[in-house]
């Protein structure tokens, strides 16, 4: 079965520090990919997704994820934080075979950036 | 109004009560979802409707009934809830084609008593 794993529950980064979110995926083959924020009392945002060509894909926001079939990855990544980016992150996945669009979503990674 | 709406943002009843939450999309989109957001779990999805037939219902209890009267629109009836389906219900459209994107709503804290 298809599964998302973020092994991060909570993350704490200082403003303007660099960031990376980890997300594993366990498919087949190549599914498709999606990053989704999340801030308080609000709905989910994409960022960013990944279908097929360049493995280093940019988003909104200054965040940028990347490939890894090798490792079944698709990190997020942000060379500099800012305040108004504490929120939730959700990485998802598609099983890419045509018709309604089902995600899977792992359990989500809590950023907080102190100042 | 743009994207997706979601009406009420907040809602308090108590397990007897029937209650309704509305969603409406304006991206001309063919899929809406209904998502649960539980605190500590990963999203749930509830149901799926394409094209305006229901095609999933994830073992979702009859106390949760959709409705999907017309592309734009999705409803989720409640009644006789318990109080662990407190929850952030979201709301969310999608085209069905190779996209695979989703957009969502603002969601509905909802609180069960």
């Known amino acids: 079965a298809q599964s998302v794993t973020q092994p991060d529950i909570h993350i704490t980064v200082s403003e303007g520090a660099s960031l990376e979110l980890r997300c594993n995926y366990s498919y087949g083959a190549t599914p498709y990919l999606f990053w989704y924020v999340q801030s308080p009392g609000q709905g989910l945002q994409l960022l960013l997704k990944y279908f097929s060509g360049d493995t280093l894909v940019q988003g909104i926001k200054g965040f940028e994820a990347e490939f890894k079939r090798s490792q079944s990855s698709f990190n997020l990544r942000k060379p500099s934080v800012h305040w108004s980016d504490a929120a939730e992150y959700f990485c998802a996945v598609a099983p890419g075979s045509g018709g309604y669009n089902k995600l899977i979503f792992g359990a989500g990674t809590r950023l907080a950036v102190h100042p | ?113």
């Open chain 2, 1 to 113: 109004e743009t994207g997706v709406t979601q009406t009420p943002r907040h809602l308090v009843m108590g397990m007897t009560n029937k209650k309704s939450l509305k969603c409406e999309q304006h991206l001309g989109h063919n899929a809406m979802y209904w998502y649960k957001q539980s605190a500590k779990k990963p999203l749930e999805l509830m149901f799926v409707y394409s094209l305006e037939e229901r095609v999933e219902n994830n073992s979702v209890p009859s106390r949760f009934s959709p409705e999907c009267p017309n592309s734009s629109h999705l409803f989720l009836h409640l009644h006789t809830l318990q109080p662990e389906d407190s929850a952030l219900y979201l709301c969310a459209s999608s085209q069905v084609t190779d996209s695979y994107e989703q957009y969502f709503g603002p969601g509905t804290r909802l609180t069960v008593t």
